[in-house]
């Protein structure tokens, strides 16, 4: 069974910077493209960014871009988002997950649509207050 453990988050105040990190064990994310998510109570999930498995494509929500950027190391099984510039409303547990098999990167990056993604995490919590 694919599993992610994602990590990273905590108290930030506005203007700060986090780094998430999402490993995996028990397989290699070399074939996945990632996706990374995030939640607030009472809202559904949103997509936040995703990097492709093979070429390193990235794409990102409207509401992160030029502040968050993601990255892979495939070396280090791992993938990660730096995020800067947060914003309080940036505050939510936060989640990656790997697709499900679409493979289509056109729509995989343009919809961010958690529904095509799976093997979520536990998520890791960001603050973002002063």
């Known amino acids: 069974q694919l599993q992610l453990v994602e990590s990273g988050g905590g108290l930030v105040q506005p203007g700060g910077s986090l780094r998430l990190s999402c490993t995996a064990s028990?397989?290699?994310?070399?074939?996945?493209?990632i996706g990374w998510f995030r939640q607030v109570p009472g809202k559904e999930r949103e997509g936040v960014s995703c990097?492709?498995?093979?070429?390193?494509?990235?794409g990102y929500a409207d509401s992160v871009k030029g502040r968050f950027t993601i990255s892979r190391d495939n070396a280090k099984n791992a993938v990660y988002l730096q995020m800067n510039s947060l914003k309080p409303e940036d505050t939510a547990v936060y989640y990656c997950?790997?697709?499900?098999?679409?493979?289509?990167?056109?729509?995989?990056?343009?919809?961010?649509?958690?529904?095509?993604?799976?093997?979520w995490g536990q998520g890791t919590q960001v603050i973002v207050s002063s």
């Open positions: 997950a790997v697709d499900r098999g679409l493979r289509n990167w056109r729509v995989l990056s343009s919809t961010l649509d958690p529904l095509l993604f799976g093997s």
């Open positions: 028990g397989f290699s994310l070399d074939y996945y493209n």
């Open positions: 990097i492709s498995s093979s070429d390193g494509r990235v």
